[in-house]
């Protein structure tokens, strides 16, 4: 059931960030996990996770911003 569900949020994800995602669901990348969420909140602009404006979100401070 969660690899159906993955399977279907990845058409929504556009490929540049498919292996991210994967990284992330493969549970062994905590780093890819933050970035991922990231990536989803911003829209999937990653250039913008550095514009981030939300200094509340619990992710804030494990940012990738480089």
């Not at 960030?17 to 970035?35: C, D, L």
Request: aromatic share 10%; net charge neutral.
């Amino acid at each position: 059931m969660i690899e159906d569900d993955r399977e279907a949020k990845l058409l929504e994800i556009p490929k540049s960030y498919q292996g991210i995602f994967k990284r992330a669901w493969g549970g062994k990348s905590r780093k890819a996990a933050v970035k991922a969420a990231c990536i989803e909140c911003m829209g999937y602009a990653g250039h913008e996770v550095k514009e981030c404006t939300v200094p509340t979100c619990p992710l804030y401070d494990y940012r990738d911003v480089e």
